[in-house]
């Protein structure tokens, strides 16, 4: 069946589930996320993707690619059927959410610079986006013309919020780091006033759903109400009063009945306030770390969701304010490895189900993924909610543990139950790549050593020539494989050495990956020149050469399938091939699978196949070979 993948999202009929990124965080910046208004769904960017999550079921996403920069900021229309996303250049793609195609309706560029906010009028008809542009800071236009609606003035500094008015007569505030708030009546729209009711950066205003209330906060800790008609300040909580927020408020929204407000800080606190007797209902308090500092809120239905500095999405229950009442997390970068897990170790690992793996980023994070759920390896500071200080160059699922490594130059064992940090070992210098076999061995290279992990710990060292650019364990651990350039070195593993076997030539492009087989019969070579060999270990000599030349860029990674009949190859080119040993002009395409290249695939089954990107998306894939 052909294919129905495009640039913008993938629609391919092979993929089976997509597990999207988390969103980008910084310190002391509120984080974009917004709600669906009629289903249980939550939006916000993370890098060059949009993100829709199901908040009943978190492993249910929808990711779009359709920008070529980072997106800052996205939003539904009110009708629902729509999606407003805009990115760091000052565009903004305006994109159909109930259409099975995602089609773009239009691309506005606004302004020339970083767009950090935007919101809908109720008619779903306008937008207006704030930022921080070099002459134009904030725009109102027409959704499908791009066509201004008015002159939006009055901010000396970079604007940070707006929020449209959700009834007649229409109006718009807008909230800036010169610590003003200003007031525009419209269509179309020009500044009636502004407050100076904050002292320090106001960071976000909100209207709330039946349009008769009008709040802001800001980096004063100050929750200030207006008249939502006249813009006018009606009340405040300030800092010291009781229950106030003790750091800088970042992110406010309201209840669906408009009675209440939900606020986050850099206190690591949540409350929610009733704003008709103008008292403090409930505080969440999430924690004492740095990762614990509250980022964003929504709420959406009867879910209370916050996002905390760390990228992890906390869902709230008033009637347990101590701990958050369930918490989702993944990556929020590029996925830099993969490591299926077989049945064996599966059950070794104690993880049910046969869709299952494990991952490490460029984020510093090692996941252990359960029917599309993550579940973080803690490293031995459980305040910076990371595994590691750097990217994880590789993982590895051995019996009983989760073997990672990093730029930290650490090597850590986690247990995979409970998923603490057990273990470390110092490796002195960076690590440059991973392998393991299903005998339980692992290998991590730097530039001048090979260190063989076996039973939970360093087995020996082994010293290396050059810094390798590839390596591979055959699954009896007994062979080693190398890249150097266009070149493989084969090596014998003892129980304390290895020793050189063959180098094998050929390659017209620097080895970027390889792969034994299973059976331990061949040796799958990936290049920079986009080529796949295939070589014989028997003879040393290639089974297939010059037909596996499909891909377009350097490719990336291999995986056998567990029959050894089939290999699977990712690239920067963005594409996944799933070739046939036996018949080696027979392939399986997914073309846009992961948007900046894919990072790692491995084969869950005979049928399924597993794979990560760049993008920071894991997604699974039915890849039953074709007869």
């Not at 959410?97 to 950090?116: A, C």
């Not at 064992?413 to 076999?437: H, K, R, W």
């Not at 059976?519 to 060999?533: C, S, V, Y």
Request: one cysteine or more.
């Amino acid at each position: 069946m052909a294919a129905l993948s495009s640039a913008t999202h993938v629609n391919d009929t092979k993929l089976a589930k997509v597990m999207g990124p988390f969103p980008v965080t910084e310190r002391g910046v509120p984080s974009s996320i917004f709600s669906h208004p009629k289903e249980p769904r939550v939006i916000y960017p993370s890098g060059k993707s949009v993100v829709v999550r199901n908040l009943e079921d978190p492993s249910d996403c929808f990711i779009y690619h359709g920008h070529n920069n980072p997106v800052t900021v996205a939003k539904f229309s009110p009708s629902g059927y729509w999606v407003a996303s805009a990115d760091d250049t000052g565009k903004v793609r305006v994109w159909s959410w109930d259409n099975p195609e995602h089609q773009l309706k239009v691309e506005v560029p606004v302004f020339s610079g970083r767009i950090v906010d935007l919101d809908w009028d109720p008619e779903s008809k306008r937008i207006v986006a704030v930022g921080d542009g070099k002459t134009l800071s904030a725009k109102c236009f027409m959704w499908d013309t791009g066509n201004s609606v008015g002159e939006m003035i009055g901010h000396s500094k970079r604007i940070s919020t707006v929020t449209y008015k959700p009834s007649r007569p229409y109006r718009i505030m807008t909230g800036g780091e010169d610590a003003k708030t200003c007031f525009y009546h419209g269509p179309p729209f020009k500044i009636d006033h502004s407050n100076s009711d904050h002292t320090k950066e106001v960071w976000c205003a909100r209207y709330s759903p039946d349009g008769t209330k009008l709040v802001s906060i800001g980096a004063d800790r100050r929750i200030v109400f207006y008249d939502a008609k006249e813009g006018t300040k009606t009340s405040e909580i300030v800092e010291g009063g009781a229950d106030a927020h003790t750091g800088s408020i970042i992110s406010c929204c309201w209840s669906p009945d408009s009675t209440k407000i939900m606020t986050c800080s850099l206190d690591k606190t949540v409350k929610v306030w009733d704003t008709n007797a103008m008292t403090c209902e409930t505080t969440f308090a999430l924690g004492d770390g740095v990762g614990d500092m509250q980022c964003g809120v929504v709420w959406c239905q009867n879910f209370l969701v916050a996002l905390n500095l760390a990228g992890e999405l906390n869902y709230l229950d008033q009637g347990s304010p101590n701990q958050a009442a369930r918490v989702v997390a993944g990556h929020f970068g590029a996925i830099a490895s993969l490591n299926t897990i077989p049945g064996s170790a599966a059950s070794l690992l104690e993880i049910p189900g046969s869709a299952d793996f494990i991952t490490g980023g460029d984020d510093g994070n090692v996941y252990k993924w359960v029917d599309g759920v993550a579940v973080r390896a803690m490293g031995s500071n459980a305040n910076t909610k990371t595994t590691h200080a750097g990217k994880v160059v590789g993982v590895f699922a051995a019996p009983n543990a989760i073997i990672s490594a990093g730029y930290d130059d650490k090597l850590r064992f986690t247990d995979p139950a409970t998923m603490e940090n057990v273990s470390i070992v110092d490796l002195e210098t960076q690590p440059l790549c991973m392998a393991s076999s299903v005998s339980g061995m692992a290998v991590v290279c730097t530039s001048t050593q090979a260190f063989f992990v076996a039973e939970g710990a360093v087995k020996f060292q082994a010293p290396l020539a050059d810094a390798p650019s590839a390596v591979s364990l055959s699954a009896d651990g007994t062979k080693l494989a190398l890249g150097y350039g266009n070149t493989i070195s084969l090596f014998t593993v003892t129980d304390s050495a290895i020793e050189p076997l063959k180098v094998l030539e050929g390659h017209r492009g620097a080895i970027s990956c390889l792969s034994f087989s299973p059976d331990q019969a061949f040796l799958a070579a990936g290049d920079a020149n986009r080529e796949i060999k295939l070589w014989d270990l028997a003879t040393f000599e290639t089974k297939i050469s010059g037909k596996w030349v499909f891909h377009t860029s350097t490719v990336t990674c291999l995986s056998w399938a567990p029959s050894s009949l089939y290999v699977a190859s990712g690239s920067f080119d963005q594409s996944i091939f799933v070739w046939s040993v036996l018949k080696p002009m027979k392939k399986i395409q997914i073309k846009f699978s992961h948007k900046g290249g894919v990072s790692g695939v491995g084969f869950i089954d005979e049928n399924n196949l597993a794979s990560t990107g760049n993008d920071g998306n894991c997604a699974t894939w039915d890849v039953t070979p074709v007869a």
